[in-house]
């Protein structure tokens, strides 16, 4: 049995933002004491088994693009190099991956240059997506609004692919204000058969990897034998595809040499199922508001009837890409799920008004639970109570402001039926169309979260 524990990447970038600090001197006392001040982090938090740690950084290049490097050893060197090619030279006695970052700007301006890409075992994989933007194509969902520039052809992932390349596919965060895994700027779903340091490494050397932007969707990507990021042989590709995402599917495609081979769609409105007792996927927003200052909340959230299986979080860090000179820097605070039972979970979390009306900044959690269609979905916070039977949201979504208009408010979210947030589908390929054909999976929510496999390249025979 395999499972995806989803590491929340994030590349910590040692700028020239101080005076003093060149990060290209190794023995600057302030970026002794930033090295130290991580490394002591990383350490403490490390649980095998549990919750693991790794420590990367970031090194920017015009020429070849930003790279991440990812170390498998808690205490790896900061590798003093003079360009992307030296470091992967000199990278060659560690076990590190090299990552290429932000591959859409333009070449010459910290875009990818995939000439230098070195297909093996110090860069499996590539970034696809983060807070910058999505890089698959020149088209699509997030372009790159950042000041360093647009999203272009050839630093995108099927230039690559069409190029014979082969890596994996994922996602990192890259939140500048200090808040990995925040909800919808990138994760790595990685395909392991335990959380331990050796399975996660060799999973990531391995290609089995994914990506999404926020949601935790979950893909089964098969091809004859092989698992995504494989390489496998034969003419007739017997094609197996198992999703589960965290809201309504809106479709899901299966790519083949960067055309659609195939798209499964799922419902424009989810159906409620037959039969009194459901297993439903209820998601509940935090925030709004047009007040500067944080809102605290602290509360539960808790069933009547039933019970939850599982609480995932959705917490976002602070709103904001690049601090300028002047400005006051937003404070990151701190989300969490307090404690989870099978009737209630208890929440500490701070949101605050949404920047402007394509940001948002709210926070959430979606609650996976089981319950008849009598039962009560309870949100109690800061003194307020709401709720909602499940069969209400089964038909849609309830808001509360809780003070009034243009406060705060709770948004209960349309529950979603197992049967618009799962899909199945077997098919065959029988018609080779290049010695190597690659194949991937991509799944849009209709809420706008994204996720997409690894390829799996078939060669003929």
Partial sequence: MYFYPWLCCWCGNLQNNH????????????????????????????????????????????EHGDHVALN???????????SIEDWKQKAKGYKVFITPHHMGYQGGYRGYNWKCFTEGDITPFVEMYSRHGLAESDQGDYPYLHDMGPRQWEGTIQYGLELGNK??????????????????????GVMAPSL????????LRTRHVCAATGDKIIIDFRLNDAFMGDVVRGNSRRIYLNVTGESCIDYVDIVKNGQILARMNGPLTPIA?????????????????????????????????????????????????SPQEGETEFHTHVNRIVSVGNKETELD??????????????QAVILDVEMPKDGKIIAEFNGKKFEHTLGELLEGSRSHFMIGWLSEA????????????????????????RDTDYYYVRVRQRDGQWAWSSPIWAERV
């Fill in 410 to 433: 709770i948004l209960f979210n349309r529950a979603m039926p197992e049967s618009c947030f799962t899909l199945e589908h077997y098919m065959e390929d029988k018609d080779p169309q």
């Fill in 196 to 203: 331990t340091r050796d399975a996660i490494w060799e999973a």
């Fill in 167 to 188: 890596f994996g596919i994922m996602a990192s965060t890259d939140q500048h204000s200090g808040y990995p895994g925040s909800y919808g700027d990138g994760r790595i």
């Fill in 349 to 362: 979390m701070y949101s605050s008004k949404n920047p402007n009306t394509t940001t948002a900044a709210m």
């Fill in 19 to 62: 005076k003093g600090l060149n990060p290209q001197n190794g023995n600057s006392p302030l970026l002794f004491q930033l090295k130290k001040f991580h490394r002591t982090a990383i350490n403490e938090y490390n649980k095998e088994g549990e919750f693991l740690t790794f420590v990367g950084y970031e090194a920017h290049s015009m």
């Fill in 273 to 321: 199922p037959e039969g009194d007792t459901v297993r439903c996927k209820v998601k509940v927003d935090f925030g709004w508001n047009r007040e500067e200052k944080y809102v605290h909340w602290q509360g539960k959230l808790s069933v009547d009837k039933g019970q939850i299986h599982s609480v995932t979080p959705c917490f976002r860090g602070a709103a904001f890409t």
């Fill in 72 to 82: 498998y050893d808690l205490d790896a060197p900061l590798v003093e190099c003079t």
